[in-house]
Structure formats: structure tokens, C-alpha cells
């Protein structure tokens, strides 16, 4: 559970960012010219989607493995933990 609350958050961070300030990163500004989408006022929206669920992500993986091996080296007990 703790791991879906951790992508949430760095979702909502990224695309808040993205949409505050105007410096294109990768891989929301591929979005536009990659798909052919013509420039309308919506795009810097799905630019910031498409940031906030890429970077989210990664941050999700890092988490979830770290969790992984601090569960198998058994320094994080289980039944107290639930990040499923």
C-alpha cells in the first residue's frame, strides 16, 4: 500500500512541477512531436501526465526494490509492514 501512496505523490509532484514551470523534460516534451500532436493549449498538460507518470514511476521501482531487499535481508518485518 505504501508503494502506490509513493508513486501518488510523485506523480502529483512531477506534474504539478511540470505544469509550474515551463522547462521541457524528457519524456513529457517527446510526447508532442513524437505522436505528431499540433500545438494546442492542452499539450503542456499531457506533457506534464505524461512526466508525472514516468518519473512516478521510476521513483515507484527504485522504492519497491529497496523495500525488497530490506524485506529479504530481514531487516523490515513483515507482518508489521504491508507494501503490497
Not at 13 to 20: E, L, N, Q, R
Not at 30 to 45: A, C, K, L, N, Q
Request: aromatic letters at 20%; glycine letters at 6%.
Amino acid at each position: 500500500m505504501k508503494a502506490a501512496q509513493v508513486f501518488i505523490a510523485f506523480f502529483l509532484v512531477f506534474t504539478a512541477t511540470s505544469i509550474a514551470v515551463p522547462i521541457p523534460l524528457f519524456p513529457g516534451n517527446f510526447v508532442g512531436s513524437f505522436f505528431h500532436v499540433p500545438f494546442t493549449e492542452y499539450i503542456m498538460y499531457i506533457e506534464a501526465i505524461t512526466n508525472g507518470i514516468a518519473y512516478g514511476l521510476v521513483i515507484w521501482l527504485i522504492f519497491f526494490v529497496i523495500v525488497k531487499k530490506l524485506d529479504k535481508s530481514g531487516q523490515i518485518d513483515p507482518k508489521k509492514h504491508s507494501f503490497r
